[in-house]
């Protein structure tokens, strides 16, 4: 069984660390003194710190230990998550959506599907991000017990409900602005233990030409597993995704990346929390920078992982390819280093899980708790619930966690989340912000034919009664989403045509074209300079897209 076994140093380096974020936890509850501080950080902060904290919320198991499981699983393809999937989303939403999210000054996604359609499209929305939200929690929760599991030899139950406290006392003293500030905390760490892992463990098997003679003799990988965009034709994939580039560009790169990306909150609120409209739109651009060069220090270890680890892969809980990452920990570092890197994940988890909690307490108080069952009380009042909603999101998640348990790579368990929850949420949003005529029950029957095409998808191929996607598990939640986008659009338009639309008047600043500029008390003179321009900057990181593509061809 792997055990990471840890010295006093390394303990004390992570006994450092947790006081650090605890302290960081009584520091903010100082600054609390409004609903607003709690949920949303007073919108106050700089667009550095919430861009890193940006990128941090998504360095939780999701990606830590979900990719470096897919770059085990199917090697140098799984770039696809970084380059197609997630960074032109990312200048998307920092480019286009923002100015929709700020301008209108919605507290939450669900608000804004509020203002722009109707209360049953907005508590529909509310209800199923939530469930998400909890669902996904519970994945970085199970990552998190896992190092606790591996480090201790705790059993992975008492793990989790160690794990599921410690975050839960941060967030409920500090709310968004702890989480965001930790997050900054946590990336800087994350890196400080994954960069020299990977050199250390690259060096091991002869730098990369090393790596590249072992994966090219290794099955089932071999060459395939070195290119990511070789063997994508259509009925005639031979990639170790399993998957054509229809289901990698429109089904990843568009659907599931873009939707992921431009609805999910957990990732929206910290750009929501900066100080003005040029900061919230440099935000995602920012966290962006990191984004395209994060491969290298997570699916490079999944590749080493998988040619160095003997039985990896397998069905015991210390060798799935969620583990891949912990067992380079555990052969390579020594005492010291060991304790950095083990700070790194458990930094990562909690900064998964917390990023998701804040989301969650955010909108079930502001957009099921405040919108319908207590309304019109004082923001003392809010504050209190958040605090008792954050309890009870921790909870959930931990009943969630056993879930995600039950999966060798997380990975493919979080895409067929994304794929019923974000995907038909994407094709609402992107057809209303962009066509006038969307009506609001065209937003809300979409939402419900989207949701239920995925799930339906999803359980048919379960059964292989019509969809059969073979062992290709990720070309499966390609396609998923695929349905659900393709359901939705065509509901909301069918239902829009019969049904009447918003005046035009209620639109102002929701829709594309007619968005209102930021307030006038809020514009920093210095964003006028040119070099801080959002376009100029999301172009430079579409530009550095395209070349990396071509690199790896």
């Not at 730098?207 to 070195?226: D, M, Q, R, T, Y």
């Not at 992107?430 to 609001?440: C, E, N």
């Not at 594309?512 to 300079?529: F, Q, V």
Request: proline share 4%; hydrophobic share 55%; with cysteine.
């Amino acid at each position: 069984m792997l055990r990471l076994h840890l010295g006093t140093v390394d303990y004390v380096i992570l006994a450092i660390y947790f006081a650090v974020v605890l302290g960081i936890g009584f520091i903010a509850r100082l600054s609390i003194k409004s609903d607003l501080d709690f949920f949303l950080s007073g919108r106050s902060l700089p667009a550095w710190i919430t861009g890193i904290a940006f990128i941090a919320a998504n360095l939780g198991a999701l990606e830590i230990l979900g990719q470096s499981a897919n770059g085990a699983e199917y090697g140098v393809p799984t770039v696809h998550y970084y380059w197609i999937g997630a960074v032109p989303a990312m200048v998307f939403l920092g480019l286009v959506m923002m100015p929709f999210y700020y301008g209108s000054k919605v507290r939450s996604v669900p608000e804004y599907l509020r203002l722009r359609f109707n209360e049953a499209t907005h508590a529909f929305n509310a209800a199923t991000f939530a469930v998400a939200t909890v669902l996904i929690s519970g994945v970085n929760l199970f990552a998190l017990a896992l190092i606790i599991h591996l480090m201790l030899g705790w059993s992975i139950t008492l793990a989790i409900l160690i794990a599921a406290a410690l975050v839960l006392v941060y967030i409920t003293l500090g709310g968004l602005t702890s989480a965001i500030y930790n997050e900054v905390l946590q990336f800087f760490v994350i890196v400080a233990a994954l960069l020299p892992l990977t050199l250390v463990a690259l060096h091991s098997v002869g730098g990369i030409a090393g790596l590249k003679h072992k994966v090219e003799n290794f099955k089932p990988l071999g060459s395939p597993g070195l290119h990511a965009w070789d063997g994508l034709a259509i009925h005639h994939h031979t990639n170790t995704l399993g998957s054509d580039w229809v289901g990698v560009v429109f089904g990843l790169g568009f659907v599931l990346g873009f939707g992921y990306w431009t609805t999910n909150f957990a990732e929206v609120q910290r750009a929501l929390s900066a100080s003005n409209l040029s900061a919230s739109r440099r935000t995602p651009l920012i966290g962006a920078i990191p984004k395209l060069f994060l491969p290298a220090i997570i699916i490079v270890p999944g590749l080493i992982a998988v040619v160095t680890v003997h039985g990896l892969g397998g069905s015991a809980v210390s060798e799935s390819y969620n583990t891949a990452i912990p067992h380079l920990i555990g052969n390579y570092l020594p005492e010291g280093m060991l304790g950095i890197a083990v700070t790194g994940l458990l930094a990562a988890f909690m900064a998964g899980v917390a990023a998701n909690v804040t989301a969650f307490n955010t909108v079930v108080t502001y957009d099921i708790l405040q919108a319908y069952v207590w309304k019109e009380r004082d923001p003392a009042f809010y504050l209190r619930t958040g605090r008792w909603v954050t309890v009870v999101g921790i909870l959930v998640s931990v009943g969630t966690a056993f879930i995600a348990k039950g999966y060798s790579n997380i990975m493919n368990y979080i895409q067929t989340l994304f794929s019923i929850f974000n995907a038909p949420l994407f094709a609402t949003f992107i057809i209303a912000m962009f066509w006038k005529r969307a009506t609001p029950w065209g937003g809300f029957w979409s939402l419900i034919a989207g949701t239920a095409a995925a799930y339906a998808t999803n359980r048919l191929a379960a059964y292989h009664l019509i969809f059969h996607f073979g062992s290709a598990t990720l070309d499966g939640s390609f396609w998923q989403a695929i349905m659900a986008f393709s359901v939705d659009a065509a509901v909301m338009v069918a239902v829009s045509l019969m049904t009447k639309p918003k005046p035009i008047a209620e639109l102002d600043g929701l829709v594309w074209g007619m968005a209102k500029g930021d307030d006038e008390a809020d514009i920093d003179p210095r964003d006028k300079l040119w070099w801080r321009s959002p376009w100029l900057l999301g172009g430079i990181i579409i530009a550095c897209v395209i070349a990396l593509n071509i690199i790896f061809i």
